[in-house]
C-alpha cells in the first residue's frame, strides 16, 4: 500500500519560514520524480516544484528563489524549505509521485 504522508504546514507571518516534509512508503521512492503541489481555495491545483531521481529540480516562476526542493533517498522523504512566505503562497500543499498524492497540509501566510 502506497502512503504520502506531508507534515510541517501551520500558520506562519508574512517573510516568515516554514519546512514541509512528505515521508514515502510502498514505493521505490529512489526511482521516482518527487512533486510538491499546491491548490489554494478556488484555484487548481498547481505544480510549484519537482526534482527527479538524480537530484535535478524545477520550480515554478513565482516560488523560484524562495523554495527549496530536497531528498533524502534513504529516508525516503522530499523536503519543501519555505523562505519569505507571502499571503499568495496560503494553500494546501501535497506530495506526489507518479499517480499516488499525500492527503495535504494547509499552509497560511497571514499576518
Known amino acids: 500500500q502506497v502512503q504520502l504522508v506531508e507534515s510541517g504546514g501551520g500558520l506562519v507571518q508574512p517573510g516568515g519560514s516554514l519546512s514541509l516534509s512528505c515521508v514515502a512508503s510502498?514505493?521505490?521512492?529512489?526511482?521516482?520524480?518527487m512533486g510538491w503541489y499546491r491548490q489554494a481555495p478556488g484555484k487548481q491545483r498547481e505544480l510549484i516544484a519537482s526534482?527527479?531521481?538524480?537530484?535535478?529540480?524545477n520550480y515554478e516562476d513565482s516560488v523560484r528563489g524562495r523554495f527549496t526542493i530536497s531528498r533524502d533517498n534513504a529516508k525516503k522523504t522530499v523536503y519543501l524549505q519555505m523562505n519569505n512566505l507571502r499571503p499568495e503562497d496560503t494553500a494546501n500543499y501535497y506530495c506526489?509521485?507518479?499517480?499516488?498524492w499525500g492527503q495535504g497540509t494547509l499552509v497560511t501566510v497571514s499576518s
Open positions: 506526489h509521485a507518479y499517480t499516488y
Open positions: 526534482i527527479n531521481k538524480g537530484g535535478r529540480t
Open positions: 510502498g514505493i521505490m521512492f529512489s526511482e521516482y520524480v
